[in-house]
């Protein structure tokens, strides 16, 4: 649910972006009568910086660590070496009709915790597996694995292969085992090589020889290096200070269910950044862009709230609405309702409105679930009933 924006230039930095907005949430916050410790701020990887995490505070945070962070790397490290995961299981909601039907299967998360500290500061670190990301990195490292052997074979390849020093021989044999990377060893070896000199051979004695020295090399997968790859592949690192014990402590799962939940932040985006609205719109002043940020925010509210209301009638009765494919659904969305509602068509005559084609079983399944009747569409003091919501369960 969208409670408060900003337009902001499009070359703006994520990193800058966020500072800005840890400078702000406190104070917002507590306008809604939300303190330190009753929200959680879940960002991406980009939160994480020096700035940003002295901006945060005593508030609570959750976001990924990113990879170029060389904790990230320790954490992993160790927890594939201890091996102490704590199986998640999958965390989609319907995931056991998922896994049991002929559609991909869920992805399958176990956990790890371990401490970090970044500058100077100690945080709670959550190594997570993830399964669908074990095998997308699995095909990655494959790949990897190609191309490390294309790259060492061409480079190996510009190499002289026949000395007349040993010692020149030697060299060039130290500096092509150097060129050895995580996925691949070069081992180089020189033997001598008895070859004739030039010219007629003696015709009662051995022809006279000279000693070159000749380098080969091989090329071997790094079982060592291979084999931690495939490890860790699919492991990320979640960062937060959020207490694991508490009246607002989160565990394990429950620190990666509210990361995932960024998905519904991605949706909004999706919604602002329409390419339909946006793109058709040329504004002149800094005044009026932001002028048109607020009317989508509103809209976007609107959109959401109706969203809400339909999916908590939906939880209330313990139904199901009409979805897509003439299938049925427990989260109906607002697209689905708009489209539901095409067709009707209302005539105004007068001070009066008449229905030329009224609702059929379809936009009368949301008009209930939106507490209203087909009088929405005639009556212009038709007030909507509550939706009575689920009990909300406090997330911090």
């Known amino acids: 649910m969208p409670i408060f924006g900003r337009t902001l230039d499009g070359n703006t930095s994520d990193k800058t972006a966020n500072n800005q907005m840890l400078s702000r949430i406190s104070t917002l916050m507590a306008q809604h009568g939300l303190g330190p410790g009753a929200f959680v701020y879940v960002a991406d990887s980009a939160m994480v910086t020096e700035k940003n995490l002295s901006a945060v505070g005593t508030n609570q945070f959750l976001t990924r660590l990113p990879a170029t962070y060389h904790e990230c790397a320790r954490v992993i490290a160790a927890a594939v070496t201890t091996d102490a995961w704590v199986p998640l299981g999958p965390l989609a909601e319907g995931a056991a009709e998922k896994n049991s039907g002929p559609s991909r299967p869920c992805a399958e998360y176990k956990a790890c915790e371990r401490a970090v500290t970044l500058y100077g500061t100690p945080y709670r670190a959550v190594v997570v597996h993830s399964s669908a990301h074990d095998t997308r990195r699995q095909k990655k490292l494959a790949k990897a694995l190609v191309d490390s052997a294309a790259s060492l074979t061409a480079a190996l390849r510009t190499v002289p292969t026949v000395y007349d020093c040993e010692a020149d021989a030697r060299s060039a044999a130290a500096r092509a085992e150097t060129l050895s990377d995580r996925l691949h060893t070069v081992t180089a070896t020189v033997r001598p090589v008895e070859v004739r000199l030039r010219g007629r051979p003696p015709l009662h004695?051995?022809?006279?020889?000279?000693?070159?020295?000749?380098?080969?090399?091989?090329?071997?997968?790094?079982?060592?290096?291979?084999?931690?790859?495939?490890?860790?592949?699919?492991?990320?690192?979640?960062?937060?200070?959020?207490?694991?014990?508490?009246?607002?402590?989160?565990?394990?799962?429950?620190?990666?269910?509210?990361?995932?939940?960024?998905?519904?932040?991605?949706?909004?985006?999706?919604?602002?950044?329409?390419?339909?609205?946006?793109?058709?719109?040329?504004?002149?002043?800094?005044?009026?862009?932001?002028?048109?940020?607020?009317?989508?925010?509103?809209?976007?509210?609107?959109?959401?709230?109706?969203?809400?209301s339909m999916r908590a009638h939906v939880a209330k009765t313990h139904t199901t609405m009409p979805g897509w494919d003439r299938k049925q659904t427990t989260k109906p969305t607002t697209f689905m309702m708009i489209i539901a509602m095409t067709g009707i068509m209302v005539a105004r005559i007068g001070g009066?409105?008449?229905?030329?084609?009224?609702?059929?079983?379809?936009?009368?399944?949301?008009?209930?679930?939106?507490?209203?009747?087909?009088?929405?569409?005639?009556?212009?003091?038709?007030?909507?009933?509550p939706i009575i919501p689920v009990k909300a369960v406090p997330r911090g």
Not at 359 to 383: E, K, M, R, V
Request: hydrophobic share 45%; charged share 20%; aromatic share 8%.
């Open 352 to 385: 009066d409105r008449w229905l030329l084609r009224g609702p059929g079983p379809t936009p009368l399944a949301f008009l209930t679930a939106l507490g209203l009747g087909p009088t929405a569409f005639t009556d212009p003091h038709c007030q909507c009933v």
């Open 205 to 308: 004695r051995p022809a006279p020889t000279h000693t070159r020295y000749e380098l080969s090399w091989n090329l071997a997968v790094n079982t060592a290096g291979v084999e931690q790859e495939r490890r860790v592949a699919g492991c990320f690192v979640l960062l937060t200070n959020v207490p694991h014990h508490g009246e607002r402590g989160l565990d394990a799962a429950q620190l990666l269910q509210t990361y995932k939940g960024q998905y519904g932040v991605e949706n909004n985006f999706a919604f602002l950044k329409d390419p339909l609205v946006v793109n058709d719109l040329f504004l002149k002043t800094p005044s009026r862009i932001d002028a048109l940020g607020m009317i989508l925010i509103i809209a976007l509210l609107v959109v959401r709230l109706m969203e809400r």
